[in-house]
């Protein structure tokens, strides 16, 4: 069994910066993508950024320039740095791991962007 626990968020205002972090631990063999979406109220989920074992990043066009994901294998922790927050950026935002083909989620933290 894997969990997945994450850590940051919170409020701050438009064009702060906020950072998240997301630790996996248990049965972690396998695991190779990690990442983040979100969920604004009353939309879907969808993708923030992902980051493979090997170091590819893959980001969401709303987000490019202004995120970054890094990754630290050892640790098994996936780190999101959120710069130049907008308002649109404001939802809880998942963690989630991949473990072979399954999709496993973080609880939830909610990011707050104030205008």
């Known amino acids: 069994q894997v969990q997945v626990v994450e850590s940051g968020g919170g409020l701050v205002q438009a064009g702060g910066s906020l950072s998240l972090s997301c630790a996996a631990s248990g049965s972690i063999f396998g695991i190779n993508t990690m990442g983040w979406y979100r969920q604004a109220p009353g939309k879907q989920r969808e993708l923030v950024a992902t980051i493979t074992s090997g170091g590819s990043t893959n980001y969401a066009d709303s987000v490019k320039g202004r995120f970054g994901i890094s990754r630290d294998n050892a640790k098994n922790t996936v780190y999101l740095q959120m710069n130049s927050l907008k308002p649109e950026d404001t939802a809880v935002y998942y963690c989630?791991?991949?473990?072979?083909?399954?999709?496993?989620w973080g609880q939830g933290t909610q990011v707050t962007v104030s205008s």
């Open positions: 989630n791991v991949r473990k072979w083909s399954r999709d496993l």
